[in-house]
């Protein structure tokens, strides 16, 4: 069984920083594409970051130039750097892994999701 867990939340005052984590577990083969998504109080969904196996991490234009997304394979490991904290990125975090693993002598390739991690920021 293949799961995400996120950690690193929490509470901090306006210009502060948080950094994310978020490890992928099971009979992981290959990760592709691994990224973080955030639920706002309105629930709207939106792209924070995303960084593939190879090349480029792209950033949405709310947090460009203030969190840095970073991946260590060996660690099957995402993280998120948060710097100059805004109230306006206060939301439940969720890190995203596409993924092949294997099961039963079969491989099967999948999106999988954390349960999230709450990051709230004071004003």
């Known amino acids: 069984q293949v799961q995400l867990v996120e950690s690193g939340g929490g509470l901090v005052q306006a210009g502060g920083s948080l950094r994310l984590s978020c490890a992928a577990s099971?009979?992981?083969?290959?990760?592709?594409?691994m990224g973080w998504y955030r639920h706002g109080p309105g629930n709207q969904r939106e792209l924070v970051a995303v960084?593939?196996?190879?090349?480029?991490?792209s950033y949405a234009d709310s947090v460009q130039g203030r969190f840095t997304i970073s991946r260590d394979n060996a660690e099957n490991s995402v993280y998120l750097q948060m710097n100059t904290l805004k109230p306006e990125d206060t939301a439940v975090y969720h890190c995203?892994?596409?993924?092949?693993?294997?099961?039963?002598?079969?491989?099967?390739?999948?999106?999988?999701w954390g349960q999230g991690t709450q990051v709230t920021v004071s004003s």
């Open positions: 995203y892994a596409g993924l092949t693993y294997y099961r039963g002598g079969g491989y099967y390739t999948g999106d999988y």
């Open positions: 960084i593939p196996s190879g090349g480029a991490a």
């Open positions: 099971g009979s992981i083969v290959r990760i592709n594409a």
